[in-house]
């Protein structure tokens, strides 16, 4: 379960990490200029929707005046940043940055354990600094057993290259981060970005957290903030509208739609995706005893994505048989009638060569089969680059 910035910063609030003075929410352009008058200017005028990228696509707004942010309001309410229509605003003082830092605290699932990220690089650049100056951001391993000391805080601050005159706000700050993470049975607490202000306070300036839905039931308090999604939200939100049809799907950048049996297998998807070269537009688990009508309304769902342009299907027959899979795609692609998006579908396992058989019978022009993994992404990256 992700949470917006508000909810975000609000839970780091109880937790004792240090944000920026409280807001309030605007639905209307006319709430933000009242709110913006009662706090007195400048403002912050913010999209408040589960994806990044807000900046960048004109979801984050300063604002000198309340005209200003009522101005503000009206051009981002309505805005669809990746797939996400904004329906709320968060409206707060503006901040007066001096420096901004990077600072998250993960659950790693390759070491099983915690890690903490830090860079002296923050902002809206931080994937471009850990692609192309590695050395610049700092991973570090938590032993949860452990847990966070001073010592460990310092040790990971010092490999973020953090400057060293503000050195205890971050140590206590990373230290409460690390305690709120692991007291709310947190996924990702991500601080992007933290901030020096002008007067040497240490702050976060946004926030990002996700939360381990399994773990829900020990916190009525967090769960309820999830709630119903609204009627008028519903053919806007694709997380929200794929929840509502029993589907594991997660929003991505990209623009290859992913669909599997199995999230392990999903997550290889991805991975071999971008070793090929593309990205991926989401992650969708068919689950491993999908039916041919679940595969279905599935291909469904991605190929109406108007962000893929081109979807790789990655199923391994266990449970599901791969004939069965095989006319699923085929019933999905009839029902859909003539789309634009090519489907690459590599079919392994549980009657592999019938389900091929099938699809080579079709002679679907949209259709590209494939029967390894990595020829399956390559396929799918090139198809994408010519669409």
């Known amino acids: 379960m992700d949470l917006m910035e508000f909810q975000g910063k609000d839970l780091f609030r109880a937790h004792g990490i240090p944000t920026t003075p409280q807001g309030q929410i605007a639905t209307t352009p006319e709430q933000a200029e009242a709110l913006a008058t009662e706090y007195g200017v400048p403002v912050m005028v913010k999209a408040q929707v589960l994806t990044g990228g807000r900046g960048k696509a004109g979801g984050v707004k300063y604002c000198p005046d309340a005209a200003a942010a009522k101005a503000a309001a009206e051009a981002i309410l309505g805005l669809d940043i990746k797939g996400h229509v904004v329906h709320k605003v968060l409206v707060e003082k503006a901040s007066d940055i001096g420096e901004e830092y990077y600072l998250s605290i993960l659950h790693d699932r390759v ?6 990220i830090c860079s002296v690089e923050g902002g809206v650049e931080i994937e471009e600094v850990n692609r192309t100056q590695p050395d ?6 938590i032993n949860p057993v452990d847990g966070m000391s001073e010592e460990l805080a310092n040790q990971i601050l010092d490999q973020g290259a953090m400057p060293t005159d503000t050195r205890d706000q971050q140590v206590a700050l990373l230290m409460k981060l690390y305690d709120g993470f692991v007291a709310s049975d947190a996924t990702l607490f991500e601080i992007n970005p933290l901030i020096k202000t002008e007067d040497g306070r240490i702050i976060a300036l946004d926030s990002k957290v996700s939360l381990d839905d399994n773990a829900l039931f020990r916190h ?10 609204p009627d008028d939200q519903q053919g806007d939100d694709l997380e929200a509208r794929a929840k509502d049809k029993g589907l594991q799907y ?3 950048d990209g623009d290859i739609g992913i669909m599997g049996n199995g999230a392990g297998l999903v997550m290889s998807t991805l991975d071999v995706v971008s070793q090929a070269g593309g990205e991926a537009a989401n992650f969708l688990d068919a689950g491993g005893g999908a039916s041919a009508e679940s595969m279905a309304e599935g291909i469904a769902f991605v190929l109406g994505d108007p962000a893929v342009k081109v979807m790789l299907i990655n199923i391994f027959g266990g449970i599901t048989r791969c004939d069965d899979v095989a006319n699923g795609v085929l019933g999905a692609m009839e029902m859909l009638g003539d789309v634009e998006q090519k489907l690459v579908v590599r079919l392994d396992g549980n009657s592999a060569e019938e389900g091929r058989r ?16 990595i020829e399956a992404a390559e396929k799918a990256v090139a198809l994408a680059k010519e669409a």
Do not use: C, T
């Open 111 to 116: 070491s099983k354990g915690y890690k903490a």
């Open 136 to 141: 610049k951001v700092a991973k570090v391993d």
């Open 220 to 229: 009525e308090d967090l769960a309820a903030l999830e709630g119903p999604v």
């Open 250 to 252: 997660v929003k991505l």
């Open 358 to 373: 099938i699809l080579e019978g079709a002679n679907n022009p949209k259709i590209v089969p494939a029967s390894q993994m």
